[in-house]
């Protein structure tokens, strides 16, 4: 009954091992996501960099029709 247990815990960790050592390589797919994902997260600051620029266009826009109107 050990031979068994000590056989199935070595083979366990072998197993481990083995998982362990082939999650560390990066697939062509992997990369391919990552490479997504960046692109993903460039767009996005960009973007939101954008809605900044229009936001402070549109308040300074605001703030120049109010003064023109107070004058009138």
């Known amino acids: 009954m050990k031979y068994l247990s000590r056989s ?3 083979i366990a ?3 481990s ?4 050592a082939g999650c560390e390589k990066q697939g062509p797919a992997e990369r391919a996501g990552e490479a997504i994902d960046d692109t993903a ?4 600051d960009q973007m939101e ?3 900044d620029e229009l936001q ?4 300074d ?6 003064t023109e109107f107070n004058e009138c």
């Open 61 to 66: 826009a605001q703030e120049c029709i109010e």
């Open 41 to 44: 997260r460039e767009a996005r």
């Open 56 to 59: 402070e266009r549109r308040q």
């Open 49 to 51: 960099d954008a809605r």
């Open 13 to 15: 960790a072998l197993l």
């Open 17 to 20: 091992l083995f998982i362990l």
């Open 8 to 10: 199935t815990m070595t």
